[in-house]
């Protein structure tokens, strides 16, 4: 019912920049919050940047003042700009959209990106 697509992430040196974007799909509402997740290998999925409905940003911490998050919210789109990129930012990055209100009354707890690997080495 409710599809998120990513795009953009790849390999980057340190010190560059990537943005990825995430647009969701599927007769969507609301959505109460929408954001960035990150997994590296062995590692449990930690936010990374969250817009909540009211407009409200969270960041980790490690990313303050490096990554941007920002939306489109006539598109239901919402985009990371991730600049000054370190090799411990290396992980699978996800889009995920939380508290979803459907044009037909249904309400999705959540759904998840398809992931994008973004890799930072020289």
């Known amino acids: 019912q409710v599809h998120l697509v990513q795009s953009g992430g790849g390999l980057v040196q340190p010190g560059g920049s990537l943005r990825l974007s995430c647009a969701a799909s599927?007769?969507?509402?609301?959505?109460?919050?929408m954001g960035w997740y990150r997994q590296a290998p062995g590692q449990e999925r930690d936010m990374v940047a969250v817009f909540s409905r009211t407009g409200s940003i969270n960041y980790q911490d490690s990313v303050k003042g490096r990554f941007t998050i920002s939306r489109e919210d006539a598109k239901n789109t919402v985009y990371l700009q991730m600049d000054k990129l370190k090799p411990e930012d290396t992980a699978v990055y996800y889009c995920?959209?939380?508290?979803?209100?459907?044009?037909?009354?249904?309400?999705?707890?959540?759904?998840w990106g398809q992931g994008t690997q973004v890799t930072v080495s020289s």
């Open positions: 995920h959209a939380a508290g979803l209100w459907l044009t037909t009354g249904v309400f999705v707890e959540g759904s």
């Open positions: 599927g007769n969507i509402e609301m959505i109460n919050a």
